[in-house]
């Protein structure tokens, strides 16, 4: 049974950071890519960042230069670190697979919450 697993959300003051990890177990292949969504309320799931095998990387542009995204192949992890967070950051983050070895799946995480307070 696949499972990801997400930790390291909270409330933080703007400007502050945040980590989040992401554990993946269960899935028998190599997973190609992982990566970040998050929904705020009344708002539709958006792509935060995600990374592939060999380290390509994609960030929605209302988190470049802020968030990084990284992970460790042999742990299947994905870490965010979120930097200068503001109050619009503020929404449910869930771990996502999207790609193992050369197929398409779609694994997600049960999400943890993020809060920016102003």
């Known amino acids: 049974q696949v499972q990801l697993v997400e930790s390291g959300g909270g409330l933080v003051q703007a400007g502050g950071s945040l980590r989040l990890s992401c554990a993946a177990s269960g899935i028998r292949f190599s997973v190609t890519r992982m990566g970040w969504y998050r929904q705020a309320p009344g708002k539709q799931r958006e792509l935060v960042a995600n990374?592939?095998?060999?380290?390509?990387?994609n960030y929605a542009d209302s988190v470049k230069g802020r968030f990084i995204i990284s992970r460790d192949t042999a742990k299947n992890a994905v870490y965010l670190q979120m930097n200068s967070l503001k109050p619009e950051d503020t929404a449910v983050y869930l771990c996502?697979?999207?790609?193992?070895?050369?197929?398409?799946?779609?694994?997600w995480g049960q999400g943890i919450q993020v809060t920016v307070s102003s």
């Open positions: 990374i592939a095998t060999g380290g390509t990387t």
């Open positions: 996502n697979v999207d790609r193992v070895l050369f197929s398409p799946v779609d694994y």
